[in-house]
């Protein structure tokens, strides 16, 4: 058979295990997976020497379109997404407008159509005045989800109280996402901000502070009888938590979370490494990582959320919240890997399968035939140093400056098409939305 595009030589990382393979797409789906070396194509790749993965999903990011352009936005937030080797990315809505009404999601999908370099989802905001649309936005082709704010948040995007989230729950068929911190807690504890020590934000912004919102959260999902997915978690102690709530609640966490504690990173980068959950001690991230070890996190997210230097310079608590993160996901959790916390099967459970699984994104998330052609090239060999220029984000910053990691992201495949080799954008952009099973 004469393929579109044939990928040989290089070790398949999948279903089947690690190994020596070759895969081949027609009309951008995979076609064959095994021995093709007899195969002809209109285009082949050579990948020896190079580990071949489904496409890496990246489920939380923060693009700032409409409203704070300045700081990126759905071009420059995707083409670092396909540079880290990133195929797919959710979206979300706390931007200006918020994206809480059906027609300001559709205005992003109109948005990032021959601009987003890779495949992309967007969620739709909850708030205390959208609830009875709340039907209708989630099954808008192209939404991943409803998020929810139980924490202060960007705009109107915040639902607080219980009642609030069980309307948000009673209204909505799909698993909604959450970010879990306790706003009454937050708002006692503001006091407590030392002015210029950025050290003090995971004091403001406590352990307690999260865990009083997820055992809220669990609680209302289970009356509702509703999935959830908590995201960012930042303690150990919900880690140990959400082990007894399988049957409703999936995880994220981050590689910030996972690469970075408390107090050295306040000290060594201020506030580049300001976000919400905060960045805690070392017990917290080994928490983290017991957690991904026992298998009960489910997805990496980066939560990628820039803001201009400038604005990050600003002494706390002045200074905003958020780090760039989805060009550096695959590069330090490759690092992870190399150093023996995470295996590379693992690896792909939580950069792909899991989102799959999660959301039932339709098509992605598998190397299997009938998939998307979704792939992301690296070489584990490769020892490089992260740097404030490689990134495309529009805030040109990175907190993992400086930072050398063993394995690289070298080509980039959304649905048969190379969009990035060896650093480089190949392709204009031509993103697509995602579909998901339950919209179908």
Known sequence: MNYDLLITGGTLVNHDGIGLGDVAMVDGKIAAIGDLRQASAARTINATGLHVFPGIIDSQVHFREPG?????????????????????????????????????????????????????????????????????????????????????????LLVSDDAGVARVLA???????????????????????????????????????????????????????????????????????????????????????????????????????????????????????????????????????PHLLEEKQRPYPASPSGMPGVQTLVPIMLDHVAKGRLSLQRFVDLTSAGANRIFGIAGKGRMAVGYDADFTLADLSAKRVITDEWIASKCKWTAFAGHEVTGWPMATIIRGVVVMQDDEITTKAQGKPLTFQECL
Request: glycine share 6%; aromatic share 4%.
């Open 171 to 305: 209204n909505i068929t799909r698993r909604a996402a959450f970010h879990s911190e306790d706003d009454d807690r937050l708002e006692s504890r503001y006091h407590l901000a030392v002015a210029g020590d950025y050290s003090s934000h995971p004091v403001v912004r406590d352990a307690e502070a999260a865990m009083i919102s997820t055992k809220r959260l669990v609680r209302l999902a289970r009356k509702a009888r509703k999935r959830i997915h908590v995201l960012h978690i930042s303690t150990a102690e919900e880690i140990v938590f959400l082990a007894q709530h399988r049957d409703i609640a999936t995880v994220e966490v981050t590689p910030q979370h996972l690469t970075l504690a408390a107090p050295e990173c306040y000290e060594e980068l201020a506030g580049k490494v300001q976000q919400n959950p905060p960045i805690r001690s070392q017990r917290h991230r080994a928490g983290i990582w017991a957690g991904v070890q026992n298998g009960l996190v489910d997805v990496i997210g980066s939560d990628h959320a």
């Open 68 to 156: 704070s352009e300045t700081k990126e936005d759905l071009e420059t937030g995707s083409r670092a997404a396909v540079l880290g080797g990133v195929t797919s990315v959710f979206e979300m809505p706390n931007t200006k407008p918020s994206t809480s009404t059906v027609e300001a999601l559709q205005d992003k999908l109109t948005r990032a159509k021959d601009r987003m370099h890779c495949d992309h989802a967007f969620y739709g905001g909850a708030t205390n005045e959208n609830f009875e649309q709340l039907p209708d936005l989630e099954r808008v082709p192209g939404c991943c989800g409803i998020k929810v704010f139980m924490g202060a948040s960007t705009g109107s």
